[in-house]
């Protein structure tokens, strides 16, 4: 058996440390690891993964799983009343190097900028992108006349088709025309 196959399937007692401020809920987490069959360990001791209530210890390095926290720059997050089997395996995905979030675990804070909707406002760039399609301008005149890289005029035309809701070129003047006539009756 290789390293490498071990590190993906940890089966063996993993040492768990967990890191809640309040006792009770410490020592409520300490027994799920425990009856899972893991090693609990103290957060200042050797340990494969720390489990943490809510965000993560500061300065903590070692693979975290939260409950609830804010941080999702942890490999592992869980909603706050995580049952203990989820618990126990996402303990076990972390220490073996995989990422694991569950619906609702980020429960505070602000979370990760969305899609745009498809009333997002144009950059001015990608204003002149679509002034430019309209007058039927190819991609690389488009380049040449902004004096952007042809990698760079598909970006905001892929951009612009996203915000637009459109799927061509055709489509993304169009529809920018029909918004343009709605939001200016609006005002």
């Known amino acids: 058996m290789s390293d490498t196959a071990g590190k993906l399937a940890p089966a ?8 809640a401020e309040d006792l ?3 020592s409520a987490l300490s027994k799920v690891v425990a009856e899972a069959g ?4 103290g957060v200042q001791d050797s340990a ?7 965000d993560r210890r500061p300065g903590e ?4 799983v939260t409950l609830g926290g804010a941080d999702d720059d942890v490999p592992g997050g869980l909603a706050r009343h995580a049952s203990a089997s989820q618990i126990d395996a996402a303990i076990r995905a972390v220490a073996a190097g995989l990422i694991v979030r569950s619906p609702g675990a980020i ?10 909707d498809r009333h997002a406002l144009l950059t001015p760039r990608e204003l002149e992108v679509l002034t430019a399609l309209a007058e039927g301008m190819t991609n690389k005149a488009i380049a040449r006349r902004l004096n952007i890289s042809l990698h760079t005029v598909k970006f ?16 993304a003047v169009a529809k920018a025309s029909e918004r343009r006539r709605y939001e200016t009756i609006n005002l």
Not at 48 to 54: E, I, T
Not at 107 to 116: L, N
Not at 157 to 170: C, D, H, I, M, P
């Open 12 to 19: 063996g007692r993993l040492r768990v440390a967990v890191w």
């Open 24 to 26: 009770p809920r410490r």
């Open 38 to 41: 893991h090693l609990v360990v």
């Open 48 to 54: 494969d993964v720390v489990l943490s209530d809510g």
């Open 107 to 116: 429960e505070a804070g602000f979370g990760a900028a969305g899609e745009p």
């Open 61 to 64: 390095t070692r693979p975290v």
């Open 156 to 171: 905001h035309l892929e951009s612009l088709f996203r915000k637009l809701g459109a799927r061509t070129r055709t489509e």
